[in-house]
Structure formats: structure tokens, C-alpha cells
T-cell receptor
């Protein structure tokens, strides 16, 4: 039972353009969502998060949008840079706190 | 560096051997998590501690796996009688729980290969 899904295994974007990474979830008890970035042979690095009481959170080039009715969130990176090339994971937790449920990841490639 | 650290970074072992991994969390963090990640998948939750209490264990954590956090600081994850299916990246994360929402910060992981 995949409660968090990232349906695009990969995404290729030109440098300077917008990257949009998508994530869908099925569990309506999830109330906190996070995006992590992962380089090969390293652990995930926290990027940005959003609470279910908000529909948008912005931090520099990164913006996360949450659509609770559609159970969908997205991460926008603008402008994209070659250093953004990595695997991006979305994750969710419910109102009990504790464990994160991760999606399968989307590999972003930003080409110069 | 005051981030989460894990030791060793890599471990190769033969099937049937026991292995132990260590995680040192960010110093003021009271929660510590273990996850496992296999190729092409996101991290999967194994277990977590709040201070020294183990609060939840996944059904992925068979009786060959045991985790401890004896003094509420570092944690160890032991796998007994390793199997080839245990080959994965084992990730540790820590957080400071102040309310119901928390941000977990991950270490670099320990990559295990069971031959």
C-alpha cells in the first residue's frame, strides 16, 4: 500500500527554467509534508516543509504547494540550477508525529 | 560538524554474520529514527526512540533486528544472522519534538552488502 506516490521517476529541465516535482498521497490523516533532496551515497537533506493548515510555503528558490482536496503537493524550483540535480523525495507524517512515509523519489536533471 | 553521524559508512559481510551500526544524533534532539532504503525506493521506517524509549517498530523489523538507545543519546542497530535481502542503505535521522510536527534530519547512512 503506497500511501505517498511520486509518479514521475525522472525529470529533465533546462538551467534557468522552472522545475515542478509532484507528489500524491492517499492518507487523509497526513498533516505535515516535507521535501528532501538526496545525492548519491549521501543521506537525504531537508529542503522545505508545509503544514496542512497552509497551502503554500516559500523558501528562496523553493516553493511547496499543497492541495488538500486533491491530496496533492508539488515542489517548484525557480530558477533551476545544475546543482539542483539530485533525487527528490516527498514525505508525509500524520498528526501523531513520528515516522515519515516517503514516496519513491523523482530524479531531477538540470542541464546547462 | 554538528549533524547526524553514522558509523561505519560501508559494511560488507557474509551471510549469517552479525553486524552493528551506530548513529549519533544532533546533540539536543530527543527523537532518533532508523530507516532502510533499497535501490529505486524511498526510505522505509524501521523504528524510533524518544529519549531512551523505543516507541514504535515497523513490521519490517524482524526478530533478527534489534535497536537500542541506552542513554537517550547515540543508538545502535544490530542485525543478527544477516541475509542477502538485508543489503540496503540504513539511514538514521534525529529530530527535536516540540509539538506534533517535527523535521527529521538525516545522517549519511551505512551501506550494507551481504554476500
Amino acid at each position: 500500500d503506497q500511501q505517498v506516490k511520486q509518479n514521475s521517476p525522472s525529470l529533465s529541465v533546462q538551467e534557468g527554467r522552472i522545475s515542478i516535482l509532484n507528489c500524491d498521497y492517499t492518507n487523509s490523516m497526513f498533516d505535515y509534508f516535507l521535501w528532501y533532496k538526496k545525492y548519491p551515497a549521501e543521506g537525504p537533506t531537508f529542503l522545505i516543509s508545509i503544514s496542512s493548515i497552509k497551502d503554500k510555503n516559500e523558501d528562496g528558490r523553493f516553493t511547496v504547494f499543497l492541495n488538500k482536496s486533491a491530496k496533492h503537493l508539488s515542489l517548484h524550483i525557480v530558477p533551476s540550477q545544475p546543482g539542483d540535480s539530485a533525487v527528490y523525495f516527498c514525505a508525509a507524517s500524520d498528526n501523531q508525529g513520528g515516522k515519515l512515509i516517503f514516496g519513491q523519489g523523482t530524479e531531477l536533471s538540470v542541464k546547462p | 560538524d554538528t549533524g547526524v553521524s553514522q558509523d561505519p559508512r560501508h559494511k560488507i559481510t557474509k551471510r549469517g554474520q552479525n553486524v552493528t551500526f551506530r548513529c549519533d544524533p544532533i546533540s539536543e534532539h530527543n527523537r532518533l529514527y532508523w530507516y532502510r532504503q533499497t535501490l529505486g525506493q524511498g526510505p522505509e521506517f524501521l523504528t524510533y526512540f524518544q529519549n531512551e524509549a523505543q516507541l514504535e517498530k515497523s513490521r519490517l523489523l524482524s526478530d533478527r533486528f534489534s535497536a537500542e538507545r541506552p542513554k537517550g543519546s547515540f543508538s545502535t542497530l544490530e542485525i543478527q544472522r544477516t541475509e542477502q535481502g538485508d543489503s540496503a542503505m540504513y539511514l538514521c535521522a534525529s529530530s527535536l519534538i516540540l509539538a506534533t510536527q517535527e523535521t527529521q534530519y538525516f545522517g549519511p547512512g551505512t551501506r550494507l552488502l551481504v554476500l
